[in-house]
Structure formats: C-alpha cells, structure tokens
Nanobody, 123 residues
Framework: QVQLVESGGGLVQTGDSLRLSCAAS????????MGWFRQAPGKEREFVAA???????YYADSVKGRVTISRDNARNGVWLQMVSLIPGDTAVYYC?????????????????WGQGTQVTVTP
C-alpha cells in the first residue's frame, strides 16, 4: 500500500520560511517523479514544484526563486523549502508521486497523493 505523508506546515508570518516534508512508503521511490501542489479554499489544485527520479527540477513561475524542491532516494523523502512566504502562499500543500515524468505540472499525471499539510501565512 502506497502512503505519502506530508508534514511541516504551520502558521507563519509574511517573510518567514517553512520546510515541508513528504515521507513515501510502499513504492519503489526512485522510479517516481515527486511533486508538490497546493490548493487554496475555492480554488483548483495548483502546481508548485516537481522533481524527477534523477533530480531534474521544475517550478511554477509564481514561486520560482522562493522555493526549492529536493529528494533523497535512500530516505524515500522529498522536501519543499519555501522562503519569503506571502499570504498568497496560504493553502493546503499536497505531495504527489507520478510514475510518468512528463507533464509534471498537471495534477492528473500523479498516481498517488498524500493527505496534505496546511500552510497559513499572515500579513
């Protein structure tokens, strides 16, 4: 059974930093591309960043320069380091795993999802 478990969210102020974690189990982790998406109330799930099994990275324009995605295949983990947070970053952040490493900006590409972790940025 595949499980993705996110952690690291919280309530922070504008300009703060957060590091989100996603722990994966039940899959051959190195074969999967991993992505972070976010969903704000009343909005669709939005691509944030993705990393392939060989560690090629992709970022949404809205977060480029403020976000870094990384992975450790030996630890079955993926991380999202976020700096200079703004209220517009407030959302539930989800970790996804995709066996196909094309179109990683599309939520429909992903085979598995975690339950999400809430990030709230106050003014």
């Amino acid at each position: 059974q595949v499980q993705l478990v996110e952690s690291g969210g919280g309530l922070v102020q504008t300009g703060d930093s957060l590091r989100l974690s996603c722990a994966a189990s039940g899959l051959t982790f190195s074969r999967y591309a991993m992505g972070w998406f976010r969903q704000a109330p009343g909005k669709e799930r939005e691509f944030v960043a993705a990393i392939t099994g060989s560690s090629s990275t992709y970022y949404a324009d809205s977060v480029k320069g403020r976000v870094t995605i990384s992975r450790d295949n030996a630890r079955n983990g993926v991380w999202l380091q976020m700096v200079s947070l703004i209220p517009g970053d407030t959302a539930v952040y989800y970790c996804g795993a995709a066996i196909y490493d094309g179109r990683l900006y599309s939520a429909s590409t992903y085979n598995y999802w975690g339950q999400g972790t809430q990030v709230t940025v106050t003014p």
